[in-house]
């Protein structure tokens, strides 16, 4: 297992990590996502790894992130929100300055996607700093459900062409900035110090980060799908002993 083996003997080793999907299950209800309490141990214990920095790097807007990672302002843990246009650091939060006319603009066309998603029954729209969510895994009508989202489509693509957008586990998501993960992941390198990079993510948002890893660096790919990723794990319970592996590797080679 070379990769590992190769960050666990690094100077300074950044354990950038996805949230959804990759510390916590997929769940119906975003807000209720939590780590699993193998997740957490590992993180327990990177965090406590000498050399060792662990990120969030999430879709999720940064005050909902904290949310869910249940961070508090003394936590080590670095957080990425907005795919990378927003932070966190003991310092405080950066990124969130936004132009009013976008903000109007947002606003708009989330208050018509709402208005849409009003017709398919499980399907609704989550609120962002720089856009909005059409969220459809718990809509009933899969075909309805279709509609709403090209419907959407249309109406971004009219009114804001310029926006990003992006598609996820039952998703679509459209955003004023275009930030993506690899950028977080390049801020973060800088902002540490650090000499490798663990990246691990579950979906075509994180393609962005781990397609940017460098040959020193460790990507992780979190189930199915194609990957730019060196290395693949079934699912949150393999990933969280891979990352309990290479913490108690760093804190062997320092002992």
Do not use: C, N
Request: hydrophobic share 40%.
């Amino acid at each position: 297992m070379s990769g590992v083996d190769d960050v666990a003997r690094t100077a300074h080793l950044l354990v950038a990590l996805d949230f959804d999907g990759t510390l916590s299950p997929l769940v119906d209800d975003p807000m209720t996502a939590r780590m699993t309490p193998e997740a957490r141990a590992a993180i327990d214990a990177l965090t406590q790894a000498p050399g060792t920095t662990v990120a969030f790097v999430s879709g999720r807007s940064l005050p909902d992130l904290r949310v869910i990672g249940e961070h508090a302002d003394d936590s080590p843990v670095l957080l990425a929100g907005s795919h990378g246009a927003e932070y966190w650091t003991p310092d405080g939060a950066a990124g969130g300055d936004v132009d009013p006319d976008a903000v109007a603009l947002r606003d708009r066309l989330r208050g018509e996607a709402e208005r849409l998603a009003e017709d398919v029954p499980g399907a609704w729209i989550e609120p962002k700093t720089f856009g909005f969510a059409v969220h459809t895994r718990t809509a009933e009508d899969r075909a309805r459900a279709a509609r709403l989202r090209a419907a959407v489509d249309e109406r971004v693509a009219e009114a804001a062409p310029s926006w990003r957008r992006r598609d996820g586990h039952d998703l679509t998501e459209y955003a004023f900035r275009t930030e993506g993960k690899d950028a977080a992941v390049a801020h973060l390198r800088e902002l540490t110090g650090a000499t490798a990079v663990v990246f691990a993510g579950d979906d075509v948002t994180d393609e962005d980060a781990l397609r940017s890893l460098g040959e020193h660096d460790l990507g992780i790919r979190v189930g199915g799908g194609e990957t730019a990723a060196r290395m693949r794990v079934a699912d949150t319970t393999e990933l969280a002993a891979l990352l309990g592996d290479i913490a108690h590797r760093r804190a062997a080679a320092r002992e």
